[in-house]
């Protein structure tokens, strides 16, 4: 059971419920972390910003889900490990490739991102030299440290929350 409540689009104030609509027509449903994150529009508008502006980084759909897996894997978000599932399927990971990102395997993006996350942040010289031997140049590890930082908002949200899942079971 959530231990905080999602508020539906008739119970949203003036200022989420178009955010939440946004969110419905792009995705085609409206997930609970969105109605969850509605309770603070503050954070729901600057959450949207952040990844729509992500979005425009320059890596690929593939490696975006990669860190995120990886990501969510670490922090123990259930909701989020469910929804990137499906997402990265969609994206053309197998479910092989989807298990070898969750444990940072995959790719050096998910290593990196696992690396991250796990150290919070204090990576050694190695593992940046690693990183960048990898391919991985410095805007590259900038952008895989938003997309962390990003996916950790929501990984704490739907923990803290215990927010239920709303994306459908996929073997992974």
Request: aromatic share 6%.
């Amino acid at each position: 059971m959530s231990r905080i409540n999602t508020l539906s689009l008739e119970h949203a104030n003036d200022t989420t419920r178009p955010l939440l609509e946004g969110v419905q027509k792009k995705i085609g449903f409206l997930p609970n972390v969105f109605k969850t994150l509605a309770h603070a529009p503050a954070v729901l508008a600057s959450y949207l910003q952040l990844s729509a502006t992500l979005g425009k980084t320059s890596l690929s759909a593939t490696e975006k889900e990669a860190i995120f897996l990886a990501t969510s894997q670490v922090n123990g978000c259930d909701y989020c490990l469910a929804a990137h599932t499906l997402f990265a399927g969609k994206a053309g990971l197998s479910a092989q490739d989807i298990l070898s990102a969750r444990d940072g395997q995959l790719n050096a993006f998910a290593l990196l991102a696992r690396q991250i996350t796990e150290s919070r942040g204090h990576l050694s010289s190695e593992q940046i030299e690693a990183a960048r031997a990898a391919g991985i140049d410095d805007s590259k590890i900038v952008e895989v440290i938003g997309h962390v930082a990003s996916q950790t908002l929501t990984n704490y949200l739907n923990n803290v929350a215990l927010t239920e899942i709303d994306f459908p079971a996929i073997d992974a």
